[in-house]
């Protein structure tokens, strides 16, 4: 303690008879203690996932690549998950319309089955009709 003994030390001050030191350091002024302001830095909080829910569906181009991947591994076997994966995703890009549209129809009814899905489990949930 560097306070004669009963007294508090005040925050910010040096030991006595520290060499080259200000007897009392200045405090600095701003927003210590607060919580950040929106749009500042800093990582993001995950959202919860709730158990027992249903599965999110997978998207037309997740749809494409489960199809076509192991064609595409086959006639390229020397490539790595990485070129692979921009093979599959420049392979999608150059696709016919006509072809990928089969895709996003089916990618559209996944979603649409996940979201009654969604809401029947939600209102399950609600009333406690759930076995979490």
Known sequence: MYAPQGQMQPYGTWPPGY???PAAYPMPMGKIGKAPEIGTKGRRRRKKVLQGGPKKPATSF??????????????NPGLSFLELGKKLG????EM????RKEYEDRATAAKDRYLEEKKIWLAQRAA????D
């Open 19 to 21: 060499p080259g030191m």
């Open 62 to 75: 997740v749809l494409f690549s489960n199809t076509v991947r192991e064609e595409v591994k086959a006639a």
């Open 90 to 93: 420049e392979m999608w890009r």
């Open 96 to 99: 016919d319309p006509a072809v």
């Open 128 to 131: 406690g009709m759930t076995q």
